[in-house]
């Protein structure tokens, strides 16, 4: 076995990502913040030399065709606890606005820069008054889709810290590339799995036409949220991982 100084990083943040989800019922708990601490240190210190991956040139995700994905994925890792790859953005690319049901997770840019929009529910039982407007106007059915949640904004790039999210706190986020393309280090607990529970769902953001621009500020606004399916312009291909082998 090799000495743990000889070990890959990767390898490293895999197993501590074991140690920190592999007991559900205490996740919350003193031993269970203090494994995701020690994880969130872990994933500060990863780059992209350390999982063999080189910035990519400039390459416009504004018109992708079948063969060129404006994002791919490398899948690096997966167990009943935890999932774990690599997200590669073209320049002017996004994971539209999506969900994690039940789920943590960690994010941390390897290269480029991110724009990541976060939101948290602030009511899973709450729709729309009848007397809301919005602009255009919402059919019926549509009240009933709808949440109320706020929303954050922030810029990372392999310089940040990871951004970090729980089933209450930055649950649902969408992903931009800013000023070129971009790549970053997905860690999800546990994996998706519609069969339990969790599927991916996407959103649209709604704005009520009431709202003034002094409630616009970013952080500080009640906004809806409108179930859609997944946007026509995104998919993810996939290609091969090609960083050091992880064994769990």
């Known amino acids: 076995m090799l000495r ?9 943040i895999a197993r501590q990502a074991l140690v920190t ?36 040139k400039v390459d416009s995700a504004s018109t992708p065709l079948p063969h060129n994905p404006p994002v791919t994925y490398m899948h690096i890792c997966e167990t009943d606890e935890f999932s774990m790859g690599v997200f590669l953005l073209k320049s002017g690319a996004s994971i539209p606005l999506h969900d994690h049901p039940g789920m943590y997770g960690m994010l941390k840019v390897l290269y480029g820069k991110v724009r990541i ?11 729309v008054a009848s007397d809301t407007q919005f602009n255009p106007p919402l059919l019926p059915f549509q009240r009933g889709a709808l949440r109320s949640i706020l929303g954050s904004v922030g810029e990372f790039t392999e310089e940040s810290g990871p951004c970090i999210l729980t089933p209450d706190r930055n649950n649902l986020h969408q992903i931009d590339a800013v000023d070129g393309p971009t790549a970053f280090l997905d860690i999800l607990a546990p994996p998706y799995d519609p069969d339990d529970g969790r599927d991916c769902h996407y959103y649209n953001v709604l704005q009520s036409a009431s709202d003034s621009e002094d409630k616009k500020a970013e952080g500080q606004k009640e906004v809806w949220l409108m179930e859609v399916s997944q946007p026509s312009e995104f998919w993810c291909g996939g290609e091969p991982y090609p960083g050091p082998e992880v064994k769990i």
């Open 117 to 127: 929009t976060c939101f948290d529910r602030l009511d899973k039982s709450t729709s």
């Open 21 to 56: 989800f592999r007991t559900p019922s205490s996740f919350g708990d003193k031993a269970f913040l203090g494994n995701q601490c020690k994880l969130q240190s872990l994933m500060t210190e990863i780059r992209a030399a350390d999982l063999k991956i080189a910035p990519r």
């Open 4 to 12: 743990d100084n000889m070990t890959s990083i990767v390898q490293k």
